[in-house]
């Protein structure tokens, strides 16, 4: 007891010595503020927010970069970071590159993007190839750098000085150069509103690290994970390159071109900046449980696609990656955004992740557990094992009459009348008998979701929309309204 008074007359004689220190910070936070009332008009009708005592002048910094709910507009004479600022450096191989620019082409615009496709030596183009692909470039020699790990590849090396081998191409422009495989899938403008939140004059790393926990504690959980890309701002990568050759030198143990990046990065003392769009994607299987309870962030990229399951059942690979492009030229910012809603009368629960699936469930599940990835999937090694990730994940209900019915994107398109995008959604596989005496979604053979575009979606905090099913005569349907949740309203029965 007494130690425990001892503690708190400490604490307390601290905050009376630091008083003097929290008023000048105080008046330092004042001075923000008030540079704030002239940036934006919105801050008047918010100012008590200027009104801090000296308590939360502790919280400049957090503050600072909180506060605006809807982004303020750039300030005048700097443009925000668009397409056009960003330079791809893809790291590829001659022997898969038959098979994996097919992936490329899907999401590479070549009229809009700059990058360059690193290769260890010259492969075969055909017809369509240039006007379809970023151009291809031979990397330099690395034969002269030791590679010491005995289970990996020394190309590591190579694919790892993509960076600095882009950056001396000298491009002018450049903000970003964002890293990615052969077979990243990069959603582009998700990645530019991505990118528009930091400031490409300074120091920043940006990824995500693995779905795998065990490949996190082999690799780093400070590690941006290559495949799933990253983004260096323009003054690291030029940071980056004066050092990494001898970088890499004081590394030859190292498996990956990846943790060779970071690495250097840690010897600059830059730390990964973690956004959850990227998707190295380290599992086996369906990734279906991940992409229909996606995290509340912009989809950036999808990764291992020749390691996972075609995302839509009964197409090959590339075309159900093809199928996405669809909703990602209507509403990129909402593209696999879950909303969670329930159809009272019938008792089911309806989990919609747009432009691509819609789930109806039997029976009432709450929004905590629906926003829990299903493991649908494996872990890295091959098992289901629930302990093998560094996020939730719920099981796969074995029960027959909680399987979910699933639709699949099958057509987006644009409602002009309304302004908002008609995506549709079939059921492909049929659902075992169940006996429960209750409504029965088998019925339901199409799902047609209505949704505004929200190209500022990603400007604002972070929210799930909400989900409402409209009442219907069409037979065998199910219409589903997503947008914006109202006042008081949440996902409850
Ligand atoms: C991107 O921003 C630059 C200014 O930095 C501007 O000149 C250019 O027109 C913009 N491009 C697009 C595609 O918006
Ligand atoms: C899969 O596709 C084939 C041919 O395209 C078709 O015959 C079959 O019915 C499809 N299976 C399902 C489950 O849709
Ligand atoms: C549709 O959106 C455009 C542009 O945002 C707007 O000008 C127009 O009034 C909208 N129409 C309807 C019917 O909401």
């Not at 506060?67 to 893809?90: D, Q």
């Not at 926003?371 to 649908?376: L, Y």
């Not at 091959?382 to 074995?398: E, G, H, L, M, Q």
């Not at 398109?413 to 659902?431: D, E, G, K, L, M």
Request: aromatic residues 12%; positive net charge.
């Amino acid at each position: 007891m007494k130690n425990n008074f001892k503690d708190i007359d400490h604490h307390h004689h601290q905050l009376y010595s630091s008083w003097s220190f929290s008023k000048l910070m105080a008046f330092f936070f004042l001075l923000i503020c008030i540079s704030y009332l002239f940036y934006s008009l919105r801050f008047v009708t918010h100012s008590y927010d200027c009104d801090s005592n000296h308590h939360e002048s502790l919280h400049i910094p957090a503050i600072r970069q909180e506060l605006p709910r809807e982004k303020p507009p750039a300030p005048p004479g700097i443009e925000e970071t668009n397409i056009s600022h960003i330079v791809f450096g893809i790291g590829a191989s001659a022997k898969l590159w038959k098979q994996r620019k097919e992936y490329i082409k899907l999401w590479w615009r070549a009229e809009e993007m700059r990058g360059v496709v690193w290769l260890e030596q010259k492969v075969r183009t055909e017809g369509s190839d240039e006007s379809s692909l970023p151009p291809l470039r031979i990397s330099k020699d690395t034969s002269n750098f030791k590679y010491r790990n005995p289970k990996g590849h020394r190309s590591a090396i190579r694919i790892s000085r993509i960076v600095s081998e882009t950056l001396r191409l000298g491009m002018k422009g450049v903000r970003w150069f964002v890293m990615g495989d052969d077979d990243t899938f990069f959603v582009a403008e998700n990645l530019v509103k991505v990118l528009q939140k930091y400031d490409h004059n300074q120091f920043y790393y940006i990824g995500s690290s693995s779905e795998s926990h065990l490949q996190n504690i082999y690799f780093s959980y400070n590690m941006a994970y290559g495949g799933g890309g990253f983004a260096i701002s323009y003054p690291l990568a030029v940071a980056l390159e004066k050092m990494q050759d001898g970088c890499i030198q004081r590394y030859p143990g190292l498996y990956g071109s990846d943790d060779r990046i970071q690495a250097c990065m840690a010897e600059l003392g830059v730390p990964l900046t973690k956004e959850k769009g990227f998707h190295q994607f380290d599992v086996y299987g369906n990734l279906f449980g991940l992409l229909a309870a996606h995290p509340l962030a912009p989809l950036v990229s999808l990764h291992h696609l020749d390691v996972v399951e075609p995302i839509f059942p009964n197409v090959s690979r590339v075309q159900a990656l093809k199928r996405l492009n669809g909703p990602r030229k209507l509403d990129a910012a909402g593209l696999m955004q879950q909303s969670i809603c329930y159809d009272k009368a019938r008792s089911w629960t309806i989990s919609v992740s747009w432009g691509y699936a819609v789930q109806i469930f039997r029976g009432i599940f709450s929004a905590r557990e629906m926003e829990m990835p299903a493991r649908t999937f494996l872990n890295w090694y091959k098992r289901a094992d629930y302990t093998a990730y560094p996020f939730n994940t719920r099981p796969v209900s074995r029960n027959v009459c909680q399987k979910p019915f699933v639709y699949y994107l099958s057509n987006a398109a644009f409602h002009s009348p309304a302004n908002q995008t008609a995506t549709r959604y079939v059921r492909v596989h049929q659902n075992p008998p169940c006996k429960w005496k209750m409504d029965d979604p088998t019925q339901i053979n199409l799902v047609e979701v209505y949704q505004k575009p929200d190209p500022h979606l990603w400007d604002k905090a972070p929210r799930r929309k909400c989900c409402r099913v409209r009442r219907t005569k069409k037979k065998g349907s199910m219409v589903i309204d997503v947008g914006e949740c109202g006042e008081n309203e949440v996902v409850e029965l």
